[in-house]
């Protein structure tokens, strides 16, 4: 599947200033000298070895034919990756190659009729994580072959993280242990760790203190961190762009908009595109929107201040998984996003919340952080800096199964998801009678009332 190719050399730099070079087989996060973020700097001379129309081909017939691991939507890309991870060492549950959706009734609802919903959800464990996972722990895998063992694996998450991790090192049967802030996960998030056999521990702070613990812990016991502060999660990640293409026959859309917390998938989006379009794949890049919940959003504060970027302490949002207030990969995300002409919009806790409704009404299970997304979207073409004309890809991060609280609570009367966040069109269920009468009487006017238009299709 490689055709012969030589395989292309990739490092660990440092881009802080020092360009610092080190092995990608190295258990390194940060610069020795200067301290700074490390990122995957592939050789680009041997990737342009094979022309763009050449890469496309092979990315498709790896996507129809090709066996484990390059059926993977991250593995069908190897050389852009990890090359140089063996096959065998490889661990993967076929993640990517999850639905391109076009969904034009909820777009022109939303005032976007070109829209198309990237439904990250449809992995594995439910979330765009699995994509940055899969890379990570097979690393810790060929770090195993090569006779560098690794004691455990670990990370800090608010849920989806952590469900990856979990079951990406079962998969490997590597130690796992996660750090989550108490009672701001969700149930079913929670679950997936412990099903996974995951050693998991609550901690009495938000994700930034959790963050802080599991590095100190992972620095001071050997343990490998599992974060996205650890790049190689970026270079999993940035397959969502290439994959975005081949979905549309390798054209570009105009907008791609995701939601945005420690900003590790924004930074893997920007970079894919850029990728595409140096190796001659696409001859041009889609503009970036990141949203952000109005309680945690650092990065629209930036964006409003000419990218001067400051963490703050974030408040409680519905959008769990983007409740960053120091997001790790913010000065990766602004650099991606200056490079793309992107902006910054927030999304208020009322709509993220109608904008989620919306979009279930429209047949989707949409989790909160991707109603932050799509009610960004929306204020976005209200204000025309997406133009009605334009192809918009909105990324959902998570499957809405992960949230079923947050959606029993909004429809079932008497409770709410949110303080001050007024419900609206909510879908309580009918106690009636066990008699076809009764029944009839309840139910048939809501036919004609709940789907006025339904005789028109």
């Known amino acids: 599947m490689n055709d012969l190719m030589p395989t292309p050399c990739a490092w660990l730099v440092c881009q802080a200033g020092c360009d610092e070079r080190y092995p990608m087989d190295e258990v390194r996060y940060r610069c020795a000298r200067c301290g700074g973020l490390l990122d995957v700097e592939h050789d680009l001379g041997a990737l342009g070895q094979r022309s763009g129309a050449a890469w496309r081909d092979l990315f498709d017939r790896r996507a129809r034919l090709a066996p484990p691991p390059y059926a993977s939507g991250v593995w069908g890309k190897k050389e852009w990756v990890c090359p140089n991870i063996e096959d065998k060492h490889v661990v993967t549950l076929l993640e990517g ?3 391109l959706l076009p969904t034009p009734d909820l777009g022109e609802a939303l005032g976007l009729p070109n829209l198309l919903v990237k439904q990250c959800g449809h992995s594995h464990t439910g979330s765009f994580k699995d994509l940055g996972m899969t890379v990570l722990v097979s690393m810790v895998r060929h ?5 560098h063992a690794v004691r455990a694996v670990a990370c800090a998450s608010t849920g989806d993280t952590s469900a990856a991790l979990a079951a990406y090192a079962a998969r490997a049967q590597i130690p796992a242990c996660v750090f989550l802030p108490a009672g701001r996960i969700s149930d079913e ?5 412990l099903a996974n056999f995951a050693v998991t521990v609550a901690l009495d702070t938000d994700f930034d203190g959790c963050m802080a613990v ?3 812990f992972c620095e001071r016991h050997g343990v490998y961190l599992a974060n996205s502060m650890n790049p190689l999660r970026i270079e999993g990640q940035k397959t969502l762009s290439v994959e975005v293409c081949q979905q549309l026959g390798w054209e570009v ?3 791609v908009v995701v939601p945005g917390g420690n900003l590790g998938n924004v930074t893997a989006i920007g970079r894919g595109f850029l990728l595409l379009r140096a190796l001659g794949l696409v001859d041009r890049t889609p503009r970036l929107a990141v949203a952000q919940a109005e309680g945690a ?5 930036a964006f409003r201040d000419g990218w001067r970027y400051a963490p703050i302490v974030a408040k409680p949002t519905l959008a769990t998984a983007i409740q960053i207030g120091a997001p790790v990969n913010a000065h990766k995300a602004i650099e991606v996003l200056r490079a793309l002409d992107g902006v910054v919009e927030v999304a208020t806790e009322e709509e993220l919340l109608r904008a989620a409704v919306l979009g279930d009404r429209h047949g989707l299970y949409t989790d909160p952080h991707t109603g932050v997304a799509l009610a960004a979207a929306a204020k976005l073409a209200a204000a025309g800096t997406i133009g009605r004309d334009e192809r918009v890809v909105v990324v959902s991060t998570a499957h809405g199964l992960k949230f079923s609280a947050f959606k ?7 409770s709410g998801p949110a303080p001050g966040v ?7 269920p009918l106690f009636l009678p066990a008699d076809l009468p009764s029944v009839e009487r309840a139910l048939l006017p809501l036919l004609d009332t709940r789907w006025p238009d339904h005789s028109a299709r």
């Open 189 to 193: 998030q929670l679950t997936q760790a």
């Open 297 to 301: 959003a650092p990065l629209w504060r």
């Open 408 to 414: 029993r609570s909004y429809h079932l009367a008497g």
């Open 97 to 99: 190659w999850t639905p």
């Open 143 to 147: 770090l195993s072959g090569c006779g």
């Open 214 to 216: 599991a590095a100190a």
């Open 253 to 255: 859309p105009d907008w």
């Open 422 to 428: 007024a419900p609206a069109g909510r879908n309580a």
